[in-house]
């Protein structure tokens, strides 16, 4: 469906904000939320619009509920071997600095408000169904260990998962997460 050339000629049709715009997102993951290429980007989701747009009608991307995500997984691999590599460890770090900022803390991390709830409320609908297993289980005490016993993962896997909820959700550590996994039941 993409042979590789395809995805070079479509990816040089596009204007260069777009491109630029793809890679920073190639660097998230296959897929990706809007606000969270937008703070990575240092941009208003608002600005990333005509970008998007353009990706979208290109069938680079596709929207996926909440999020996009790349049309296929060839495409994602074309994008991120576009960056030199120096570039895509920097967006990792970024990335990862963006994840692990404490809610509260100066820099962009903390989600905005959704319909008038909360950061923390309106999260839970963007968690997937991993990320809700592990809440669950880390409102029931269990350790990183214990959890991927459990779902059958590596601990690595779990704490890489609720990194990916404490940013989701705009907090900042397991008490807080345990406290909201226990109030959600």
Known sequence: MYPQNSVAARLAALSSPTR?????????GPQFGVLELARLMRCGTAQLLPALDEAIASGLLVSLDDRLMFGHDLVHAAVAASLCRPAAAALRAELAALW????????????AEHDGRPAATAGWESLTEQELQIARLVGRALTNQQIATRIGRSRHTVNYHLRRIFHKLGIASRVELASLARAAR
């Open 20 to 28: 630029r715009m793809l890679q920073v997102a190639s660097a998230i």
């Open 100 to 111: 692990a900022t404490p809610a509260g803390a100066p820099g962009p991390v903390r989600r």
